[in-house]
């Protein structure tokens, strides 16, 4: 167990539609990151916030988008969803501030399913 | 060479010997590099990093080798237990020290030990 959470484990929604996921990171940690894992793309980093501000931005597209509130659990908001936005989503928290330097500890996932 | 999707690169070795994973990275600018671990139906776990001053770096059963003139990183795990089985994939970072960094992710290697 990593100590990072993240709700709800699966998803299956439509296309069009918006869903919100929700990750806790580990006590302590003020970063977390966000990637997505889709079987023809692999992994891909999204987006990190720190301390509740966005630090960096990766290949996050437009109709997503996150926040990192005063309590630090984070929520990435995916909308206008498209069939290839299936894929598992990832939530890593670490406690350094910047590029995924060092440990991540990542959370077990949400498996979203778009039909 | 890389695979996409379901056709992830294999590496088949027996309990104890030694393995070695290879990484063929792109960025030339890229500055540091992780390894990841990723068990079935689990999140990613960091193994070790390297920076990009360094040309080897050891952990507890694993090193990480760096070739910069070739753009190429390998991991090796020492002594291979059937628990080290799963998807290892490196990650190169360009700009590690800035908030401005570039995280990209190789497709992954899929190791099976067998007992």
């Known amino acids: 167990d990593s100590g990072v959470t993240q709700t709800p484990k699966h998803l299956i929604t439509a296309t069009g539609q918006r869903v919100t996921l929700r990750c806790s990171p580990r006590?302590?940690?003020?970063?977390v990151y966000w990637y997505q894992q889709s079987l023809d793309q692999g992994l891909q980093f999204l987006i990190q916030y720190y301390n509740g501000e966005e630090r960096a931005k990766g290949n996050i597209l437009e109709r997503f988008s996150a926040q990192q509130f005063p309590d630090l659990h984070s929520e990435l908001n995916l909308s206008s969803l498209e069939l290839g936005d299936s894929a598992l989503y990832f939530c890593a928290s670490s406690s350094q501030t910047g590029a995924a330097l060092g440990t991540q500890y990542f959370g077990p996932g949400t498996r979203l399913l778009v039909l | 060479g890389e695979n996409v999707g379901l056709h992830l690169p294999t590496l088949s070795v027996q309990e104890g010997d030694n393995s070695i994973i290879n990484c063929a990275y792109s960025?030339?600018?890229?500055?540091?590099f992780i390894w990841y671990k990723q068990e079935s139906g689990k999140g990613p776990q960091f193994i070790i990093d390297?920076?990009?001053?360094?040309d080897k770096r050891q952990g507890q059963r694993v090193t990480v080798l760096l070739n910069k003139t070739v753009k190429h990183l390998s991991l090796q795990i020492a002594a291979t237990q059937p628990g080290d089985s799963a998807v290892y994939f490196c990650a190169e970072i360009e700009n590690s020290g800035g908030s401005n960094y570039k995280l990209t992710f190789g497709k992954g290697t899929l190791l099976t030990v067998n007992p």
């Open positions: 960025n030339s600018a890229s500055d540091y």
């Open positions: 390297i920076r990009s001053n360094m």
């Open positions: 006590s302590g940690d003020l970063s």
